[in-house]
């Protein structure tokens, strides 16, 4: 019923970080990365602002193909109270538990997902700047 409403809220927070986090943010590390035929490329470091970005793309995605089923299913309509089970007086206690139990774990698991591409990136970006760093 309204389980997207509760990653949709932490998009907006995390959106929020972001442009914080984006406007400090200073030049990131560079690594010179050999391409091949003695050519180089220069490479620097993932900044946390776009990393927080594939956070928001995965929460705003998701909670759009969540808010498209729940229409779809005629769940959410546009008219006022807009969710169909508010509408029944014992209808909200069944849209916060959705929320609580459904909703969370939704945001959750994405964001626990979130975290374990960080840390692998974290890990790779770590790692090539160590063995750069050991070659020179």
Known sequence: MACFLVPV???VVTTVIMKAVE??????ETLKVEAGNDNFET????PFSRKLKWLNNMLWGGSA???FEHVWNGE???WFPFLTAVSDPGGVSAVLSEMATVGVSMA???TAVWSVIVLVTNSL???A???QSSSN
């Open 9 to 11: 809220a932490e998009a």
């Open 23 to 28: 406007s400090k943010e200073i030049k990131s």
């Open 43 to 46: 490479e620097s470091k993932i």
């Open 65 to 67: 193909l969540l808010a």
């Open 76 to 78: 959410v309509v546009p």
């Open 108 to 110: 959750l698991l994405v």
């Open 125 to 127: 970006e770590k790692k």
């Open 129 to 131: 700047f160590k063995t």
